[in-house]
T-cell receptor, first 111, second 113 residues
Framework: NAGVTQTPKFQVLKTGQSMTLQCAQD?????MYWYRQDPGMGLRLIYY???????DKGEVPNGYNVSRLNKREFSLRLESAAPSQTSVYFC??????????FGSGTQLSVL | KQEVTQIPAALSVPEGENLVLNCSFT??????LQWFRQDPGKGLTSLLL?????REQTSGRLNASLDKSSGRSTLYIAASQPGDSATYLC????????????FGIGTKLQVIP
């Protein structure tokens, strides 16, 4: 009963490096989301996918790209990491307007 | 633009006390409101979801209420325990798209044994 699984849990990058955060859910949810959480700020939506094959920008999409690989998987890519992208990243999934389930997060530091 | 405020930012209470956490929002045109718990270094765990047509939801020692007209929700925790220590966040889904979810910063609760 895994729920939402994110990898990696921790990552340190140098400015300009790229990486992909992976997310998978086993609840057969249509909707998946990527958020970032910064101190003193609420979670902010980066990108979401309402269903397999669709993705849309959220509140803070600049510097990120996403791929909804299939119904289970939704990845977040940083093409050229910047120190401003140091944050904790959360993946979530849900059905429409129902309870959201969150992964345990990825702590990313960009030096 | 929806804004969500949680007061207080931090709260420390002795074990056994009943307590209330507050969440206020500026746009009353909401679909639902969800309360989460976040433990240090962990993800968010859903506690209660209140649809816009509901007034309250209960789960065990937790009771959440919603007053759309005044833009407020409260999370009531009865007989608090040290294991309740965590940060509690509320999130509001606003009409115009279920993607429009606005989170509060949270209330950090410490229950002292």
């Amino acid at each position: 009963n895994a729920g939402v699984t994110q990898t990696p849990k921790f990552q340190v990058l140098k400015t300009g490096q790229s990486m992909t955060l992976q997310c998978a859910q086993d609840m057969n949810h249509n909707s998946m989301y990527w958020y970032r959480q910064d101190p003193g700020m609420g979670l902010r939506l980066i990108y979401y996918s309402a269903s397999e094959g669709t993705t849309d920008k959220g509140e803070v999409p600049n510097g990120y790209n996403v791929s909804r690989l299939n119904k289970r998987e939704f990845s977040l890519r940083l093409e050229s990491a910047a120190p401003s992208q140091t944050s904790v990243y959360f993946c979530a999934s849900s059905e429409l307007r129902t309870v959201k389930f969150f992964g345990s997060g990825t702590q990313l530091s960009v030096l | 633009k929806q804004e969500v405020t949680q007061i207080p930012a931090a709260l420390s209470v002795p074990e056994g006390e009943n307590l209330v956490l507050n969440c206020s929002f500026t746009d009353s045109a909401i679909y639902n409101l969800q309360w989460f718990r976040q433990d240090p270094g962990k993800g968010l765990t859903s506690l209660l979801l209140i649809q816009s047509s509901q007034r309250e939801q209960t789960s065990g020692r937790l009771n959440a209420s919603l007053d759309k007209s005044s833009g407020r929700s409260t999370l009531y925790i009865a007989a608090s325990q040290p294991g309740d220590s965590a940060t509690y966040l509320c999130a509001v889904v606003t009409s115009g798209g279920y993607q429009k979810v606005t989170f509060g910063i949270g209330t950090k609760l410490q229950v002292i044994p």
